[in-house]
Nanobody
Framework: QVQLVESGGGLVQAGGSLRLSCAAS????????MNWYRQAPGKQRELVAG???????NYADSVKGRFTISRDNVKNTVDLQMNNLKPEDTGVYYC????????????????WGQGTQVTVSS
């Protein structure tokens, strides 16, 4: 079974930076895309950034130019560098792997981490 574990959340003042990390573990052969989502209080979960294997990263309009997603396909990790943070970036950030091929050639879909809280104070 594949597991995702996030780290790096916390409290930061507006204009500050945080770096989130996510590591996938299990009998992994390959992962299609690794993504970061967030959910603010009272709002739906939204895609913040994604990095498909061999593809270009994609970002929500609200974070373009401030956030950078990076991925290590060998280590099965994905990071999210968040700069110039704003209060509206506050929420629980979730790591996601959309399609994981296992070493047994089975497939698991839509794997989620437990989430890490990011709070940006004004």
């Amino acid at each position: 079974q594949v597991q995702l574990v996030e780290s790096g959340g916390g409290l930061v003042q507006a204009g500050g930076s945080l770096r989130l990390s996510c590591a996938a573990s299990g009998n992994i052969f390959s992962i299609n895309a690794m993504n970061w989502y967030r959910q603010a209080p009272g709002k739906q979960r939204e895609l913040v950034a994604g990095k498909p294997t061999g593809g270009s990263p994609n970002y929500a309009d609200s974070v373009k130019g401030r956030f950078t997603i990076s991925r290590d396909n060998v280590k099965n990790t994905v990071d999210l560098q968040m700069n110039n943070l704003k209060p509206e970036d506050t929420g629980v950030y979730y790591c996601n792997a959309d399609r994981v091929v296992l070493s047994t050639m089975g497939v698991e879909f839509d794997i989620w981490g437990q989430g890490t809280q990011v709070t940006v104070s004004s």
